[in-house]
């Protein structure tokens, strides 16, 4: 590697929305593991900032990047725009976004950024890096030239390249983990096991990539396009993450966060035996796995529960069989769902049961339905969740295609900031995107019938022998955990600009945060 090359700094920064918690940033992570990985940039030069709440610009402009690329999901474009504006101004740096929102809506590319990345990141971001790396600027001839990217031309056309094909398994990277601190890895959370709550220390992985399905309504399908998309992870490469999660940072839990974990048994015995040989198996737990209830059989949950399945989390959507019709391209019906409750309750595996209201053309009717299925699996022995969710028709979906662009609705009078799932106000109506004819009371009415079902189970839950007290340790730890990696960070900032530390020393401002992070990470109780 020659000078010129070692010298790019690339900041990748997860773009919050202000409610939302850290959580670990696997597609950043992917992304600089895989310039790390193909020898484009070292480990020094890639800064991953999980949340722009910890990590002020200040501590991004102290790193002094060349490139800047901000990963979105719709509901945070607005900040993102806002961020971008800020740092271009301030650093004038190349900034790139990618993920879901400029994936599912390139046609909406403006300034302040250089250029989209549509679809999987890699290869794209490695081009770009490449391209500057060699003295080049991004004029749009060059950027012609990029499989994925999204731009202006020297008109002010947008212009969207052809895709480039999708990794192969072998290439998709494995994750360098020395590129996050261990506590923007692992978090504490509350598992229940044979009827007890108790606290571990997890983190998460993908096993796989893609989805072989693709239903009308889901943000993954944008990235994938095609059930083809589903890739299995090198098992070797899955056993390497494991491995360094359980031996290095001694994680008791591990987060699958595949699309559909559960799509191949011969996988899940694989996985079974590789963890087995490396005497993983039974000290590990999986709180987590998402299922879809049509693959599900009994050798299937047997598996599950071998591997050391807790919980799993199926998408139910609806219990009006026209409605989930539409929304799963038919793949998935009722009573699917409710044979694979049972199964799992046959061998004390728990289900989060997630449902949609108020999908377009949605009935009383076929609400009611939804209701009778949700009281049903609310009361079920086996319930861990309802998850109640507003149907948002997030860019590039079926659902979109068929909502927003059939309807010729002005995309600019949208509010992204509303492009949110979950809500835990009383109140939704204002948030209802597919009103069906209902008035605000008929909606919030809805909602709240639905509400009692997820608090029913909630209350039932939090009353587990173990709950609370987990509860309120994994809120010291977490907190005690983010003191930790906040003072680490400060004392990065202030050991890289020795002048300021000197003049914080001189002004007695250092040891305000010296005693305020002691006694943050040393305090007994949350
Ligand atoms: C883990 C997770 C979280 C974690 C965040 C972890 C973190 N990063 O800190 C938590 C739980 C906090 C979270 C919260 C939310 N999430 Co979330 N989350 C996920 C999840 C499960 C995994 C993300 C991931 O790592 N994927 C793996 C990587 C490899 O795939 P990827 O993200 O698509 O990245 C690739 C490309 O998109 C591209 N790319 C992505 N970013 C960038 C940036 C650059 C510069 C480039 C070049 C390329 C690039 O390259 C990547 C590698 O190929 C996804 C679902 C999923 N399975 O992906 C939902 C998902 C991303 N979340 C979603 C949403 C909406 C939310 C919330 C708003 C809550 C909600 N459901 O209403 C909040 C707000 C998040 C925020 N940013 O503020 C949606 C996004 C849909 C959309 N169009 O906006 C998803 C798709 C789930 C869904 N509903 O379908 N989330
Ligand atoms: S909702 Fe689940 S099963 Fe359907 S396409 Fe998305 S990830 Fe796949």
Redesign the pocket.
């Known amino acids: 590697m020659n000078d010129v090359q070692t010298s790019i700094r690339i900041c ?1 920064i ?4 202000p409610y ?8 950043l992570l ?2 600089g593991s895989y310039l790390v990985e193909r020898g484009v940039l070292p480990e020094k030069n890639i800064k991953i900032i ?1 949340s722009t709440n910890i990590h002020s610009v200040e501590y991004i402009t102290q790193f002094k990047p060349d490139i800047i ?3 979105v ?4 474009f607005p900040y993102a725009l806002k961020l971008a504006s800020l740092l271009k101004k301030k650093l004038h740096p190349v900034i ?6 400029i ?2 809506i390139p046609e909406l590319f403006d300034e302040p950024f250089d250029a989209g ?1 549509i ?4 290869g ?2 490695e081009d770009i890096i490449r391209l500057i790396q060699n003295g080049k600027s991004l004029t749009p001839s060059r950027m012609s030239l990029i499989p994925n990217l999204v731009y202006k031309d020297t008109k002010g056309t947008i212009v969207k390249n052809p895709m480039r094909p999708l990794l192969k398994p072998e290439a998709i990277p494995s994750y360098q983990w020395s590129l996050l601190e261990p506590e923007e890895i692992v978090q504490y959370e509350t598992v229940v096991e044979n009827g007890k709550a108790r606290t571990t220390l997890g983190a ?1 992985i ?1 096993s796989s ?1 893609g989805c072989p399905y693709q239903c009308v309504f ?3 399908t ?2 994938w396009k095609t059930g083809k998309a589903f890739r299995l992870l090198p098992m070797d490469h899955v056993m390497a993450d494991i491995e360094y999660l359980y031996r290095k940072l001694h994680i008791t839990s591990l987060w699958i ?1 595949d ?1 559909t974990f559960a799509v191949s048994k011969e996988r899940i015995r694989q996985l079974i035996q590789a963890l087995k040989k490396k005497g993983i198996l039974g000290n590990i737990v999986l709180p987590q796995v998402f299922v879809r209830a049509n693959l599900i059989d009994e050798e299937f949950v047997q598996l599950l529960k071998e591997l050391g399945v807790l919980t799993v989390f199926m998408g139910v959507e609806s219990g009006s069989r026209r409605i989930l019709k539409y929304l799963k391209n038919d793949s998935l019906q009722v009573f699917q769902v409710k044979n694979a409750v049972k199964l799992f309750a046959k061998y004390d595996i728990r289900i989060v049961g997630s449902f949609m209201l108020f999908v377009p053309g949605e009935k009383p009717a076929d609400l009611d339905k939804t209701y009778q299925l949700a009281s049903w699996l609310a009361h079920e022995p086996n319930a861990q969740a309802i998850g109640m969710y507003i149907t948002v028709p ?2 590039g979906t079926r659902l979109w295609e068929d909502s927003v662009i059939k309807n010729k609705i002005d995309i600019t009078s949208l509010q992204w900031k509303n ?4 809500h835990s106000q009383k109140s939704i109506a204002n948030l209802v995107f597919f009103r069906n004819g209902f008035t605000n009371k008929q909606l919030d009415n809805y909602w709240g019938r639905m509400y009692k079902q997820m608090d029913y189970v909630d209350k039932h839950i939090s009353s587990l022998p173990g709950w609370k007290e987990s509860k309120k340790e994994v809120e010291l730890f977490n907190a005690r955990r983010v003191a930790w990696l906040e003072m680490k960070y400060r004392f990065n900032r202030i050991i890289h600009n020795p002048s300021r530390l000197m003049s914080r020393i001189g002004s007695g401002h250092v040891w305000k945060y010296v005693v305020k992070d002691i006694r943050r990470i040393t305090r007994i109780r949350p």
């Open positions: 990748l997860d773009v919050k929305v939302s918690y850290g959580g670990t940033p696997l597609n992917s992304l999980n690329g901000l990963s999901v719709t509901p945070a790139i976004i990618g993920g879901h929102h994936t599912g990345v679809g999987e990141g890699e794209a971001l998460p993908f990539r889901c943000a993954r944008v990235i966060y699309d997030f860019p492009f949110v799932t979950y």
